[in-house]
């Protein structure tokens, strides 16, 4: 009889519960793309689920999953930085590869979790980091390999493009749609990692050290959010031909590279623009391709469920570790050029407010 | 020393001198994602190239390639069915990898070029057969894999999608727009395959087989191309807030798949109707993410090198076929429901014209 391959999920929220109930819907074709059976053996949660139709499956210590060499993948949804990193270097510390969707981890820890990945012929994976359901990982080191990538630019807070979206179409000024957002589950009760930037400050981090091969940390990059955005600056925008929008940024300057996250009149020709409501794109430049674009849910349940489980298919029908998805560890910023207004095309606006133009 | 690993182009044309010319711009880069040093080797086309820089590798003989020991993986972008396919059977049959961006033969011979791959433990892959530059196969097959996909809908003609545009944007009749599309080099002299719809079906044929996992032919497809589209058409479409836009659909009805290409009302909310001139989208359905799009340069010298240049890296870079990425032949076309309008909803026009509605 073949063997039956497990898998196991770290943290049972939003995230994780979508990790158990796609696999159970789909189950039958992600075995045939896994090239193997596969089952759910453990999920590790502090709580209490007795209720829920996997309550055999809930352990509180992280060392059953460790310890058990039936367990070959491990999905972390737990988010944060600990216990979620400790937990993963035990994982991958006995080979078993890591899909996560953890960007903070992942921007502020890759380096080190590749490379412990590397050292022990595993794999971890983090397509669900950056743009929830959108595959962006993967296309940015594969499929686009042969060009030398140039910029990338993107929406990738799906809470402030909600926001910044009912501005304008509704006219709610912004804490009226950052209630509207909170009301509908797109904003947290502290909805600060969003609009301050830090989340899409974050996921450009992690674009950016994929494809420049060294790890950006976050206290490198400008980081401007949508607070004082007002409903004059936003009438104002439109009338010349553009839409406000949080834009996260990266591109070569002096053969070094400049990262940065702020409000930005968005052409209203360019596809960015027309990105609208939770949804997230995120517009790549290179050389060969000249510029694609990459479209979809950037956060919900089972959007990035599904990235997680693409990575952990992934994972286990691929041998040994993926060597083109690394980036080593950046003893210094010396690759950083500082943010300087003066590298882009500028708009003042009557608010005194200078935003970056993306034409 | 490390060994230099060796390439091959099959046809030197606009596509194939781009594989040169990008190979060569960022071959260090190709080099460390490949994992190995390479070198283009042979240039086979039966025109003579003696102002070429690359005179040296130029060769009018397959077997020089095919018998060729050092040779790895072979980039075929002849186009047409012969003799691209007899060409790129000798060189699979020797375990040599190819990437095509040749959509005819994929459409086609698909089935028979992927099962030789998979006999020789090396790899067929064709991501620039569809949406040139724009990275879709490998996404759908890899990065989606734990969705069940329910419908792929795109723009997948970059000549008809700019007659389209030239034609509501600029009034042009489609004879005039045509004619423009012929003068920038966008159109053939003879554009039937793009007009009537043909290079649309073989891309959705391509598409659909993939997901799907049989051979989907071209002449399963319902096809009907944009030449009766009208400029009353296109400004009645826009009174009632749609695009007209050559689209390529497949999607599952009674447990079956309906495959067409067909002019088609879309919904100016839609992303798909921002899509204009020469840019091609795919959006793709499924269970887990909802929706995601992938939007870039559907042809063109470098953007469609890049795709086949990233396939030559994927090739070198992996052991042996990539599973996943695999259809069966189909001997019959039950698993195909008969294209009918009434599975839609539409619009019948003014003039008559009955078109499907996209929202």
Redesign the interface.
């Known amino acids: 009889m073949e063997s039956v391959k497990k898998i196991a999920i770290l943290g049972y929220g939003i995230v994780g519960s979508g990790v158990a109930e796609?696999?159970y819907?789909?189950r039958k074709?992600?075995e045939k793309?896994a090239?193997t059976a596969l089952d759910l053996k453990y999920i590790l949660d502090i709580r209490d689920f007795s209720d829920s139709p996997y309550k055999e499956k809930f352990t509180k210590s992280i060392d059953d999953i460790v310890n058990d060499d039936e367990v070959v993948a491990v999905a972390e949804c737990m988010g944060g930085v600990e216990p979620a990193f400790t937990f993963i270097m035990k994982c991958l510390e006995k080979g078993k590869s890591v899909a996560t969707s953890n960007k903070e981890l992942v921007a502020f820890k890759g380096d080190i979790l590749l490379k412990t990945a590397k050292n022990n012929n595993c794999n971890f994976f983090f397509?669900a980091s950056v743009g929830?359901?959108?595959?962006i990982i993967?296309?940015l080191?594969?499929?686009?390999?042969?060009?030398?990538i140039t910029q990338i630019t993107g929406i990738l807070n799906g809470t402030t493009n909600y926001i910044l979206t009912k501005m304008e179409t509704s006219g709610l000024t912004f804490e009226d749609a950052l209630k509207e957002a909170q009301q509908l589950g797109y904003a947290e009760r502290d909805p600060s990692a969003d609009i301050l930037g830090d989340d899409a400050c974050r996921k450009i981090c992690i674009l950016s050290s994929l494809v420049f091969g060294k790890q950006v940390y976050p206290q490198y990059v400008y980081t401007k959010g949508i607070r004082e955005i007002t409903l004059e600056d936003i009438s104002e925008a439109k009338e010349k031909g553009y839409k406000i929008k949080l834009i996260a940024n990266v591109k070569e300057i002096n053969e070094k590279i400049t990262v940065s996250v702020s409000p930005t009149l968005v052409s209203t020709e360019n596809?960015l623009s027309?990105?609208s409501d939770v949804f997230n794109a995120v517009m790549i430049y290179?050389?060969?391709?000249?510029?694609?674009?990459?479209?979809?849910?950037g956060a919900?349940k089972?959007?990035t469920?599904?990235?997680v489980?693409?990575d952990?298919?992934?994972s286990i029908?691929s041998?040994g570790t993926v060597?083109?998805q690394y980036w080593e560890s950046s003893e210094n910023s010396d690759f950083i050029e500082s943010f300087d207004l003066n590298n882009y095309t500028t708009l003042k606006l009557k608010s005194g407010k200078e935003l970056i133009i993306l034409n």
């Open positions: 796609l696999f819907t789909n074709q992600i793309k090239g397509e929830g359901a959108i595959p993967r296309p080191h594969k499929c686009l390999a042969a060009n030398r596809m027309q990105v290179g050389n060969g391709m000249d510029k694609v674009m990459f479209y979809g849910r919900g089972l959007p469920a599904s990235a489980l693409g952990i298919i992934g029908s041998d060597i083109s």
